[in-house]
């Protein structure tokens, strides 16, 4: 902003000797100056978040040097750097390290994502220089994974659980295996979505790997500006340009929120806790099946205990993002058990877009409308009351599941 001080400074100056006309064009020209300046930031990436072409095949371009000097292996590697069937297509998110990039491999979209940049930045693996790298048993190996995950999800897992984890066996490029593997495990999304492939389709399915960068499917996240928060059209085809098939499909995905809501904190030795609930951190599949995509915010409940129990001295200081406690103020102490709950969130940030009309009217006209509306009001209500009523939101998610299958049928019968 100094540019734009600059230039208020030069015009009132000028504008004691010189007409408004001339004022306002020295004002135009030194936002023109400032628009190039800006416009140069941006080409070279200097804004968080944003990822140039350049930066990004930079990036690959370095992945691959590593990989052909031995210090890194992947099964999609051989495909990245010597075959040229996975492509640099777009760099999609650059910030605070963290890399995602959108590619294509043998005629499919997938993006490729790592928490950091270089694979030099990854915390070596010490023991890989203290003894011989084929003298490290599988063993050793799956005991060092299962320290990791309890050191960065909070979980107790024993080793026959590791599989997902750690795939490979020895071979010749076992020392590269091996350092590879050990970058990944210090990403926390890859240990979510490995650990989750075989027991959850709500989340993000893992495609390969090359070197600390891993591949996984291409959906499209949703936004809060779109209409329907998520690309309908992109999803299920032109068809739900019609405003049955698009009521109907935003049931069926309503209807897939709930079960993963059910899911997370059902189906797991431990619920699963969501504090960042956003359209753009979900996606749907093509069989309207809801995808967590993004879930560095996600935690499990021994890691979200030790989140919350935090110095207190209101209600205020013991907010996570989208999850709650409360402050004792006896002992100025957060309490570690969560006050709210993943589906009060969904029905405040996402079911309210949909069901409860806005001042323009309602998104869409929807069977059993005021029912729904008063459904997911009291949903999202619930976590600004006393949380002691744990009944409470499982009534409420009986009477949307309820209210959405009845809502389900009658559009069946409407045909």
């Known amino acids: 902003m100094r540019g734009a001080g600059g230039c208020w400074k030069r015009l009132r100056l000028r504008g004691r000797r010189r007409s408004s006309a001339a004022v306002l064009l020295a004002w135009a020209a030194c936002w023109l100056g400032l628009s190039a300046s800006l416009l140069a930031l941006l080409r070279r990436g200097a804004f968080p978040g944003r990822c140039t072409d350049e930066s990004g095949r930079s990036i690959l371009a370095r992945l691959c040097l590593d ?51 270089i694979f ?75 650990l989750l492939q075989d027991f ?40 739900l340009t019609g405003h049955r098939s698009r009521v109907r499909a935003i049931i069926d995905i309503a209807l897939s929120f709930l079960d993963m809501v059910q899911h997370f904190d059902n189906d797991f030795s431990h619920r699963l806790h969501l504090c960042d609930i956003k359209p753009e951190n979900f996606a749907i599949r093509h069989d309207l099946t809801v995808v967590a995509i993004d879930v560095d915010m996600a935690f499990f409940e021994p890691k979200m205990r030790d989140i919350l129990e935090q110095n207190c001295t209101g209600d205020d200081d013991c907010n996570f993002f989208d999850c709650f406690s409360k402050c004792n103020l006896k002992i100025r102490k957060c309490g570690a058990q969560r006050a709210n709950n993943n589906l009060q969130v969904i029905c405040d940030k996402i079911f309210r877009r949909w069901f409860s009309p806005s001042l323009r009217g ?12 008063k459904a997911v009001q009291e949903c999202a209500e619930l976590g600004r009351v006393d949380a002691a009523a744990h009944q409470r939101p499982l009534n409420s998610l009986s009477e949307l599941y309820h209210l959405l299958r009845v809502s389900q049928q009658e559009l069946l019968r409407a045909e």
């Open 67 to 117: 990989y052909s000097s031995g210090a890194l292996t992947g099964d999609l590697c051989e495909d990245l750097c010597v075959a040229q069937k996975l492509v640099y297509k777009h760099c999609l998110y650059y910030d605070r390290g963290k890399k995602v990039i959108q590619a294509d491999w043998r005629g499919q979209p997938i993006i490729l994502k790592s928490k950091k940049e």
């Open 200 to 239: 959850s389709k709500h989340v993000l399915r893992i495609i390969g790997s090359c070197g600390h960068f891993y591949a996984v499917e291409y959906l499209t996240a949703g936004h809060a500006w779109h209409k329907t928060l998520f690309p309908l059209e992109d999803m299920v085809g032109p068809s």
């Open 362 to 373: 309602p998104l869409v006209s929807f069977p059993l409308q005021p029912q729904l509306q």
């Open 120 to 194: 030099s930045s990854y915390q070596h693996l010490s023991m890989l220089e203290e003894v011989e790298t084929q003298d490290i048993t599988e063993t050793e190996l799956l005991l060092m994974a299962a320290l990791e995950v309890k050191n960065v999800l909070g979980l107790e897992l024993s080793n026959n659980t590791m599989g997902p984890l750690w795939t490979r066996r020895k071979g010749p490029h076992w020392k590269a295996q091996v350092a590879s593997m050990w970058s990944l495990l210090q990403q926390e999304e890859y240990i979510f979505f490995s």
